[in-house]
């Protein structure tokens, strides 16, 4: 968890304009298998949001800040997007390899 949080606190100090080396390009690749979707990143603000209103974050701050973050939401949730993308697209072609694999027929 220590590795985390300070990849954690290295992240947020880059992108709310501190002095960081961590590489905002690294975003994408490091979430791309973790199938974290909107609803993860939707979650992860909101505890953003609570922890700000407890430490007594001004609400324009609090806005600003959570308005840093929504850019690179497409960038968390991106491998969580193409996995149900084209798994949409087998079950249209009949491919749902998963109901075939438990027995299923058609």
Request: hydrophobic letters at 40%; proline letters at 3%.
């Amino acid at each position: 968890v220590s590795v985390h949080k300070k990849q954690l606190v290295a992240f947020l100090t880059k992108l709310f304009g501190g002095p960081s080396s961590y590489d905002l390009g690294d975003v994408r690749a490091a979430h791309y298998t973790l199938n974290l979707s909107d609803y993860h990143f939707d979650c992860l603000l909101d505890i953003f949001g609570a922890s700000f209103k407890e430490m007594g974050v001004k609400p324009k701050d609090m806005q600003d800040a959570i308005a840093v973050l929504q850019p690179i939401r497409s960038d968390v949730t991106t491998g969580y997007t193409v996995r149900m993308e084209m798994a949409r697209k087998n079950v249209e072609k009949g491919k749902d390899q998963l109901f075939k694999r438990l027995g299923g027929s058609e």
